[in-house]
């Protein structure tokens, strides 16, 4: 049994975490923070955990985290960077929800996130928390940068295909819809309902800032000698709430049976399902679970693969996948408390 703690407790991720951690065996939830609901009882700010956490919300400031073993970040980007360290010194470990450790490089950080990053030195160090590639470097993590929504559905969708010589790396496409909760718990006029229902639009096109951790984390991998990797990714809000349908495309460059290559590279993998060959996965065949499933196809037999992946952006896109990070961090299973099959309808 470890003591956890929670820091920013009301957003979107953070009540996602909270449920997943609700039924977590091996977890004691000794402190959520929140500056605005200070005082506030988790239970009536949220009832669909009431009976099952009997705290308040506390001030960061003033919060019990010293006493955890592990500590979630599930706050907005520039948070975490500003306070792990302290954190760290502890001997607590370190999950963070947001992009402040995900890029190991800081002038590209720097870049896509517009302020000066407060903890530099800490970046070498952060584990870039994906565990069907990084499995054993978070087993040992202090710090483990949570990946980004759509770059967990883009990543894993790609993953045999750079992996190995079969396609184009260099002109990789990704084409990506997500719900309305993938931008947070907050009042925007984008976000609105009436805004937001009935329509469907692109956004970000010019760059998203999941590109280039994307790009940072699948060129460690890549093995095609003298080839560079290259993928245009452009994301979509749909009108839903939750769920994340990855479209991605590739030139096929040598053949081989694309179908074994994806069951054979995810058979081991707990939260990544293979579909049968010609399947077509729907958001809602995940919604509410860990899982990632996926579809390979070839239209027409010509030169060009399709490969369909669905996640829940707030499970496997978020909350469920630092759980599965702080199950491996602290020996546990890697499934346990990430069981949940999906809602339907």
């Given at each position: 049994?470890?003591?956890?703690?929670?820091?920013?407790?009301?957003?979107?991720?953070?009540?996602?975490?909270l449920?997943?951690?609700a039924?977590?065996?091996?977890?004691?939830?000794?402190?959520?923070?929140?500056?605005?609901?200070?005082?506030?009882?988790?239970?009536?700010?949220?009832?669909?955990?009431?009976?099952?956490?009997d705290?308040?919300?506390?001030?960061?400031?003033?919060?019990p985290?010293?006493?955890?073993?592990?500590?979630?970040?599930?706050?907005?980007?520039?948070?975490?960077?500003?306070?792990?360290?302290?954190?760290l010194?502890?001997?607590?470990?370190?999950?963070?929800f947001?992009?402040?450790?995900?890029?190991?490089?800081?002038?590209?950080w720097?870049?896509?996130?517009?302020?000066?990053?407060?903890?530099p030195?800490?970046?070498?160090?952060?584990?870039?928390?994906?565990?069907?590639?990084?499995?054993?470097?978070?087993?040992?993590?202090?710090?483990?940068?949570?990946?980004?929504?759509?770059?967990t559905?883009?990543?894993?969708?790609?993953?045999?295909?750079?992996?190995?010589?079969?396609?184009?790396?260099?002109?990789?496409?990704?084409?990506?819809?997500?719900?309305?909760?993938?931008?947070?718990?907050?009042?925007?006029t984008?976000?609105?309902?009436s805004e937001?229902?009935d329509?469907?639009?692109?956004?970000?096109?010019?760059?998203?800032?999941?590109?280039?951790?994307?790009?940072?984390?699948?060129?460690?991998l890549e093995t095609a000698?003298?080839r560079?990797?290259?993928l245009?990714?452009?994301?979509?809000?749909?009108?839903?709430v939750?769920?994340?349908?990855?479209?991605?495309?590739?030139?096929?460059?040598?053949d081989?049976?694309?179908?074994?290559?994806?069951?054979?590279?995810?058979?081991?993998?707990?939260?990544?399902?293979?579909?049968?060959?010609?399947?077509?996965?729907?958001?809602?065949?995940?919604?509410?679970?860990?899982?990632?499933?996926?579809a390979v196809?070839?239209?027409?037999?010509?030169?060009?693969?399709?490969?369909?992946?669905?996640?829940?952006?707030?499970?496997?896109?978020?909350?469920?996948?630092?759980?599965?990070?702080?199950?491996l961090?602290?020996?546990?299973?890697?499934?346990?408390?990430?069981?949940?099959?999906?809602?339907v309808?």
């Open positions: 049994m470890i003591k956890v703690g929670v820091v920013g407790g009301t957003g979107y991720t953070g009540v996602e975490l449920r997943l951690l039924g977590h065996s091996q977890v004691e939830v000794k402190a959520i923070t929140s500056r605005a609901e200070a005082g506030v009882r988790v239970a009536d700010h949220f009832p669909s955990l009431r009976g099952r956490y705290l308040a919300f506390t001030d960061p400031a003033s919060a985290l010293k006493g955890c073993d592990c500590i979630f970040f599930a706050t907005p980007n520039g948070v975490a960077m500003s306070q792990v360290r302290p954190l010194d502890t001997g607590a470990r370190i999950v963070d947001s992009a402040d450790f995900r890029l190991k490089d800081r002038t590209t720097e870049k896509w996130y517009k302020v000066t990053h407060a903890s030195e800490l970046l070498p160090e952060a584990v870039y928390g994906l565990p069907e590639i990084n499995r054993e470097k978070i087993r040992k993590a202090r710090l483990v940068a949570n990946p980004g929504c759509y770059a559905a883009v990543q894993l969708a790609l993953l045999p295909l750079v992996e190995t010589q079969h396609v184009d790396h260099a002109h990789l496409i990704a084409d990506a819809k997500s719900g309305a909760s993938g931008a947070g718990r907050k009042a925007e984008e976000l609105l309902y937001v229902t329509n469907f639009k692109a956004y970000a096109v010019k760059g998203h800032r999941h590109h280039p951790e994307i790009l940072e984390s699948l060129a460690s000698s003298g560079k990797l290259g245009t990714f452009v994301p979509h809000m749909v009108p839903m939750r769920g994340i349908l990855a479209t991605v495309y590739a030139r096929i460059t040598s081989t049976d694309f179908q074994a290559l994806y069951e054979k590279r995810f058979a081991k993998e707990p939260f990544v399902d293979v579909l049968p060959a010609g399947s077509q996965p729907e958001t809602r065949w995940v919604r509410g679970t860990n899982q990632v499933r996926m196809h070839r239209p027409l037999d010509a030169q060009t693969l399709v490969v369909l992946a669905v996640e829940d952006n707030l499970v496997k896109g978020a909350a469920g996948q630092a759980v599965q990070n702080m199950n961090m602290f020996g546990f299973p890697e499934t346990e408390g990430l069981q949940q099959l999906a809602v309808p």
